[in-house]
């Protein structure tokens, strides 16, 4: 009697084992294919944005004066709100 729990006991154990394993096996793989898709997004995240940089370098060459005065009146946003929290 002892013999056959001891069998039915490691059944059960090497079924454990190789639904771990297995488990394991569907984990990694699901990792992997999320790595690989994390990657060409952000690829075409990079791309976008860098032609977003360009298109803005190209548009503020195209307008000096304006990009001149805008950037004037975020610095004096800036200035104002800094001014507000000293007082």
Known sequence: MDHQ???????????AYEGG????????????????????KSREVMDRSKEAFVASEDWAKENPWITVGMIAGVGLLVGLLIGRRRD
């Open 21 to 40: 394993r297995q488990a394991l096996k569907q984990g990694l793989q699901s990792a992997k294919e999320l790595a690989q898709t994390a990657s060409v």
């Open 5 to 15: 729990t001891f069998e039915e006991q490691t059944e059960r154990a090497k079924d």
